[in-house]
């Protein structure tokens, strides 16, 4: 069993900046993160290979950046030039076998979620 640990989230006014974390000890495959918006379903953000392939959602593109630190099994995601929508629940998802994934079914673990609060 992993367990994820986020942090980073927080209140901000557009265009500002953000950057999240996720810790996953002992996972060493693609790592990603989603967002869930009050009332809408859990969307794709972004997700990285162990390789460092990476993969965005087009609502983000150029604006949001993963890395991942493969030495302390750590997933990290700049936000930058923040919108009102982008206000949601932010998860850090890990463990999927494949490329950087876009799929929730393809992660096997789930972090338990930091808010993200846009001001307009």
């Known amino acids: 069993q992993v367990q994820l640990v986020e942090s980073g989230g927080g209140l901000v006014q557009t265009g500002g900046s953000l950057r999240l974390s996720c810790a996953a000890p002992g996972c060493t495959f693609s790592m990603g993160w989603f967002r869930q918006a009050p009332g809408k379903e859990r969307e794709f953000v972004s997700a990285?290979?162990?390789?460092?392939?990476?993969d965005y959602a087009d609502p983000v593109k150029g604006r949001f950046t993963i890395s991942r630190a493969n030495a302390k099994n750590t997933v990290y995601l700049q936000l930058n030039s923040l919108k009102p929508e982008d206000t949601a629940v932010y998860y850090c998802a890990a463990c999927a076998t494949l490329v950087a994934p876009t799929s929730r079914r393809d992660y096997n673990y789930w972090g338990q979620g930091t808010q993200v609060t846009v001001s307009s």
């Open positions: 990285i290979s162990w390789s460092g392939n990476t």
